[in-house]
């Protein structure tokens, strides 16, 4: 059934008629780009596998030549993702990523509130450099914030409520925010990027889109805990001993080794630069190939960590793949047709009106979606073309379906690679998960339709 809703899609799209203007070639590149994506979200084999089957389609149809369709693995957006992985591997391997958790907690820790404020900065630091929100909240967090439930006797069933529960959804909805703030903040990201340069001319830099995320971000990360801790209160509110076990911890890893100082090196130098890009002129993926060099050089990553690196080339098949469809889509000229029909919709109405609505109905699509990328890859694109033909200013739309792609991750347990493994500790039921991810959602949209659009309004960008 799931290939037949693949196969489908692509014979549905071939049966339509054509549009004046675009060649036999374009719309059958649009067929199985979309056989892709409902592949992505049906899922009959791995998403990484269905893409390359969709690139193996382009080339033995003639669609395209092998050589364009494979060009979207030498993308410096692609390798910039790849290296990025590496990167975080670097984080979980040194034991960096958990001395930074131990030490927000020993400093902030005192309650439970002041728990979660400490893992969920430690997540948001991060975010700066590590785009796989998997390995941040599932490999690095997850393990800390579950040890310290079990520390206060918190565990699923009875006594889930103690600390345990709080903790976790708290943590992962704002695993969803750092997700939002970074370009590197989560895989897709880059992606986003790519499609607003291409689609509406938008370059979404390193520094614009964590300026454009820091005010509301932060408001977020400050207010969303304190809305679940009132609404979903924890039944232990001191945790004294959480911050003795984070330093009884750190005495346990002793002083920083000398591949975690490297590590540190590395974030500071990769982070620096991708922030200075205006500076210096160096490519993004240039400055991610050096951090990955001086990790290779000082010995904290070896060859084998990364050919091990397993997410890391899923992630650079399927985006190599996807870059290159929507690139190679984008310059048929079918995005131009869709937009002159889609236009319709809103006749009559001010851009303003459009973009609320259509962001929302964008927004509250997740619910259909098991990832951020299935996502932002199946509807970024037309809803911004349609938001644009209303008539609004272009960086208003890109930034507000660019973090609203993270954001909507935050209302079910399967919205994004962490929530399963946070819901799967069976702390929080899934009628909890789902109302209190749907408060969260509010909350965020409240946010970013006041804060955002006056912080955005200040820097002048509508």
Not at 176 to 188: C, D, E, K, N, P
Not at 224 to 241: A, C, F, M, N, S
Request: charged fraction near 10%; include cysteine.
């Amino acid at each position: 059934m799931r290939w037949f809703a693949v196969l489908g899609a692509a014979a549905l799209v071939l049966a339509m008629p054509r549009p004046d203007g675009i060649t036999a070639e374009s719309w059958q590149l649009l067929a199985i780009f979309t056989a892709t994506i409902v592949g992505s979200i049906a899922q009959p084999i791995a998403p990484g596998a269905v893409v390359f089957l969709g690139i193996c389609a382009i080339a033995l149809f003639n669609v395209m030549t092998p050589k364009s369709a494979l060009a979207g693995f030498a993308d410096p957006i692609v390798w910039l993702v790849l290296c990025a992985f590496f990167i975080s591997r670097g984080v979980i391997k040194t034991g960096f990523g958990r001395r930074l958790a131990f030490l927000f907690i020993r400093a902030i820790g005192q309650s439970s509130l002041g728990l979660v404020y400490a893992l969920i900065s430690t997540d948001a630091l991060l975010a700066a450099f590590v785009p796989s929100n998997g390995a941040r909240a599932g490999g690095v967090i997850f393990p800390v914030a579950k040890s310290l439930a079990e520390a206060y006797d918190s565990r699923p069933g009875e006594t889930a409520q103690k600390l345990g529960a709080f903790l976790l959804i708290a943590i992962y909805q704002c695993d969803v925010i750092a997700s939002m703030m970074w370009l590197t903040g989560q895989a897709s990201n880059v992606l986003i990027a790519k499609f607003a340069l291409d689609t509406a001319h938008v370059e979404m830099t390193y520094g614009k889109w964590i300026l454009g995320s820091i005010v509301p971000g932060v408001i977020l990360l400050i207010l969303v805990p304190l809305v679940l801790y009132k609404l979903y209160p924890p039944g232990i509110r001191h945790t004294p001993d959480a911050a003795r076990i984070a330093g009884e911890e750190l005495d346990k890893m002793g002083p920083m080794s000398r591949d975690e100082r490297t590590m540190l090196f590395v974030f500071v130098l990769v982070a620096g630069l991708w922030m200075t890009t205006a500076l210096h002129h160096i490519n993004y993926a240039v400055v991610a190939l050096l951090g990955i060099s001086v990790l290779f050089l000082s010995n904290v990553l070896t060859w084998d960590d990364i050919t091990g690196e397993r997410p890391a080339w899923d992630v650079f098949i399927w985006y190599g793949g996807l870059v290159r469809m929507a690139e190679a889509l984008g310059e048929t000229g079918i995005t131009v047709k869709f937009a002159e029909a889609a236009a319709s919709m809103t006749v009559g109405w001010t851009w303003g009106a459009a973009l609320a609505v259509l962001a929302l109905i964008y927004f509250y699509a997740h619910y259909g979606f098991a990832s951020i990328t299935a996502h932002s890859s199946a509807m970024f694109i037309p809803f911004l073309v349609v938001i644009l033909g209303a008539g609004a200013p272009p960086l208003l739309a890109v930034l507000t379906l660019a973090y609203f792609s993270n954001l909507s991750a935050c209302l079910t347990h399967y919205g994004t690679t962490p929530a399963p493994i946070y819901f799967g500790a069976r702390y929080i039921s899934q009628r909890d998960w789902w109302l209190y991810g749907f408060i969260v959602s509010v909350v965020s949209i409240l946010t970013f339709a006041t804060i955002g659009l006056g912080w955005w309004k200040l820097l002048g960008w509508w």
